[in-house]
């Protein structure tokens, strides 16, 4: 655990480095803690930027038999990044990042319009980054629609374990 906290700390100093922007004095880990998150530089205004962290430990074991993880509504936009890339959170966006054992990469869903969105195939720890405005409130819940979680935009990445979570309203 602490080195993939490590590797996640030096990849996002890396990123925040090459992008010019300031990388905080202590970054907290992932994994029960939140991940500081980088205001863009004025080349990208209200944008945050992180760092997509490395693989699951058991990515490989588990990708035969995986299913590509889905949103229903389809989200604003969706792709896949690889391990260590940016991951940047425009302004107005919930984004999202779930482990799609199908592929082998982080799959990346960035919530603009309001709804609640229906989730399959989503496992494991994933994280989200809440870059909205307004102060709206964002709920995941169960498959009973019970609240598991609300939260409100703090531009910060957060850890989130997937599996009981059947949707997610965005605002």
């Not at 996002?12 to 939140?34: D, I």
Request: aromatic content about 10%; hydrophobic content about 40%; overall charge neutral.
């Amino acid at each position: 655990m602490k080195i993939w906290k490590s590797l996640l700390i030096s990849a996002l100093v890396l990123v925040t480095t090459t992008l010019g922007l300031t990388t905080p004095a202590s970054a907290a880990g992932a994994m029960g803690a939140t991940v500081p998150a980088q205001a863009a530089s004025t080349q990208n205004p209200g944008k945050v930027v992180a760092t997509h962290p490395a693989a699951p430990a058991d990515a490989r074991t588990r990708s035969l038999a995986a299913a590509s993880p889905g949103m229903s509504p389809a989200p604003g936009r969706n792709y896949h990044s690889d391990p260590g890339s940016p991951w940047v959170c425009a302004s107005q966006w919930l984004c999202i990042i779930v482990w799609d054992y199908s592929v082998g990469k982080w799959e990346d869903f960035e919530l603009l319009s309001c709804n609640r969105y229906g989730l399959s195939n989503w496992e494991d720890t994933g994280y989200f980054l809440d870059n909205q405005t307004n102060n709206v409130l964002s709920t995941f819940y169960d498959q009973g629609s019970n609240v598991l979680r609300t939260f409100r935009p703090d531009n910060q990445v957060h850890d989130q374990y997937w599996s009981p979570v059947w949707s997610i309203r965005n605002c």
